[in-house]
């Protein structure tokens, strides 16, 4: 064999290990980006699809927060305006994570068999942003 040949052949071995390297990385690390109903109709169109790992933005159903401090638990429901579904979570909640004022949260984990999402993290939107608060008593001039 041609010394050009098994060059060729050694350079498209390497590229093709490396091109496999970067595909299998890449489906291991990426996760899913869902709205609830996004989720509920890719379960419903997929069932193997529950027990994937992906995250889910939607906001806090008011009134849906139920606490169990001594577990760390929490449950409670999230919604897009058109479906809902409970989220489990054990862990510490950020300071934001309210149900008062229709908070924008993103769970991490996973769409169980039973459709409750089992997160292992949660993120809070900032309710709202930081407005100073007006002096009474503004400075005149003179």
């Known amino acids: 064999?041609?010394?050009?040949?098994k060059f060729a052949l050694g350079a498209a071995v390497i590229l093709g290990s490396v091109t496999l390297l970067i595909v299998e990385g890449v489906k291991q690390t990426g996760t899913y980006f869902l709205t609830p109903t996004q989720l509920v109709e890719r379960t419903q169109q997929d069932p193997s699809f529950h027990d994937v790992g992906l995250k889910v933005a939607a906001k806090v159903v008011k009134g849906s927060i139920h606490r169990d401090d001594a577990a760390s638990r929490v449950d409670f429901r999230i919604s897009d305006g058109t479906h809902e579904f409970p989220v489990t979570y054990v862990g510490i909640v950020?300071?934001?994570f309210t149900d008062e004022n229709d908070i924008d949260v993103v769970v991490e984990g996973k769409f169980?068999?039973?459709?409750?999402f089992q997160a292992t993290d949660v993120i809070a939107k900032c309710g709202s942003r930081y407005e100073a608060a007006w002096d009474e008593q503004a400075p005149t001039s003179t």
């Open 94 to 96: 950020p300071d934001t």
């Open 1 to 5: 064999m041609k010394p050009s040949t």
């Open 112 to 116: 169980d068999r039973n459709n409750v």
